[in-house]
């Protein structure tokens, strides 16, 4: 049985006050971590804050990181400046980063080598834009996007990874796939690993959904046999609805 996970991504929301205060008003209130993997995946500059904080049932996650361990790269963060934090989760290849900050599927190949390197548990990130949604072609996108993502990862590398399924028309945008939609892209990424890997590696990696999710829809995706979380951007920057979440996601 795979545990679920309920990762919030808060993308650039939230002061240190705010993120404070989200933390306090969560903690106690979450399932505990025996069940369910509850993440915050906050911006980099209060994740330490977040960590000291964060309690039994709840991980601290970064949306980001550089794959090279130091150098000229003004701006960036390295993984192992990530690992002084205490973060135990790095976002990486999220669709925002690859529209606006060019990032390609060798970088995010880089970045999920650096991570697993440091330590620290990637949440990879895929999935179709519309337009490839329309001509057919999410299946390739998907095969892309993960056969070069996991390029030279070992299995047991692999075991460390949790894959989420974000088609880009699904986020913030309301429109969330439909539950059939959404576990049929996440069987299909299933079948890519043990493709890639073996039986046992599909059986055990767990595939999140996010785009949209809600605390509406969250329980009709969970119960969908190829879907194994949620990533949830606006809905998880309110302290009640992201206990919710994870109450429902158990
Ligand atoms: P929304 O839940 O706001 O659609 O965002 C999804 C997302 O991008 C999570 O990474």
């Known amino acids: 049985m795979r545990k ?6 808060w993308k650039m929301n939230k002061t ?3 993120a404070l205060q989200f933390i306090y008003a969560v903690s106690d209130k979450l399932p ?6 509850s993440i915050v995946c906050a911006p980099a500059i209060v994740l330490r804050d977040l960590v000291k904080r964060q309690g039994d049932s709840l991980r601290i996650g970064a ?35 690859r529209a606006y900050f060019n990032e390609t599927d060798e970088t995010v190949n880089l970045k999920v080598k650096a991570a697993l390197d440091n ?24 095969t892309r996007q993960i056969t070069l993502a996991l390029k030279d990862i070992s299995s047991d590398g692999l075991a460390n990874v949790i894959i989420a399924y974000e088609p880009i028309w699904a986020i913030g945008t309301g429109k969330v ?59 998880s920057l309110n302290s009640d609805s992201f206990i919710e979440l994870c109450n429902k996601a158990i």
Do not use: W
């Open 119 to 142: 330590g620290l548990k990637p949440i990879v990130c895929c999935g179709e834009s519309l337009e490839e949604r329309e001509n057919g072609t999410t299946h390739d996108v998907l």
């Open 177 to 235: 796939a439909s539950a059939e939609m959404a576990d049929e892209a996440c069987g299909f990424i299933r079948s890519l690993v043990k493709d890639l890997y073996c039986e046992k590696c599909a059986d055990e990696i767990r595939i999140l959904y996010g785009g949209s999710v809600s605390t509406k829809s969250v329980e009709e995706l969970m119960a969908q046999p190829n879907i194994d979380g949620g990533l949830v951007g606006g809905a």
């Open 16 to 18: 240190r006050d705010e």
């Open 4 to 9: 679920p996970v309920m990762a919030g991504n």
């Open 32 to 37: 505990s971590n025996d069940v369910l993997d």
């Open 63 to 97: 949306q980001n990181m550089h794959y090279a361990a130091s150098g000229a790269y003004t701006g960036e963060i390295s993984p192992n400046m990530l690992v002084t934090t205490g973060v135990e989760y790095v976002i990486l290849g999220h669709s925002e980063r």
